[in-house]
C-alpha cells in the first residue's frame, strides 16, 4: 500500500494513538507514517538514514506525548528524536565502551545495534543496546546515569537486549533474546539490580523471543 509495490519494506515497529490512528514505521523506505482505518496516510514523517537497509533502518519506534517521535536506528547504532516536519531534534550514539565489533547476535557477538529506547518521566533515555548487552539510562546531554551490562545479574548473561518496560514500581523489564537456553528471555529487574522474575520457555521460543509487552488492567 501507499506506494510500496514492488519495494522491499520491514515493519518493526506500529503503534495505536489516541486519536485513533496508526503509525507504521516503514524501513527500506525510510519513513513514518500515521494511516486511519482504512490505510490512507494522513501524516508522513521522513527519516534521515545514512546507511539504509530494509531490514536494520529501525527497530522500535513510539511516538512521544510531545508529538516527536523517538526512533532507534539500528544499523546506524543511534537513536534519533524527529519533530512531526522530520528533522532531528535530539541524537545519541550508542557506544562501543573501547570493544571491537563481533558478528552475530548472541553472548560472543558485540556492537551498537540499537534495538529500543523509551523516554522517562524526567526526560532522560532508557536505552537497549541489541548486541551492546546491555541497557543504559542517558540524560538530555547524552551522559550515562545507570547502566546494567551483560554480566551484572549473577547466574544471567544478556546478549541481544531488546524491549524494555517500566514499571508502575519502577522496576524494567528487560528482552533477553539469542541468550541461548541457559539464559531467560525475559527479566525483571529493580533500579539496584536484583532480579524480581524471570521468564524462559527455550522449547516454545528458542532464540526468537525479541518482543515483549506487559499487559495490566486500566
Known sequence: MNGNVGRRVEVHAFQRLANGLTMIVESGRGRIIEVDRDGAIVHEVPLRIEEPDPHRDTRLVRKLETGNYLVSHEGLGKVREYDPKGDVVWEYDVPLFGNERRDGHGLDAFGNAVFSAIRLE????????????????????????????QNDLAGIQLAWVTTLEVLPNGNIVVGNCHAGPENPQLIEITRERSVVWTYKDFELFGNGLSNSQVLREP
Open 122 to 149: 524526567d526526560g532522560n533515555t532508557l536505552v537497549a543496546t541489541g548486541n551492546g548487552h546491555s541497557v543504559l539510562e542517558v540524560t538530555p546531554a547524552g551522559e550515562i546515569v545507570w547502566s546494567l551490562h
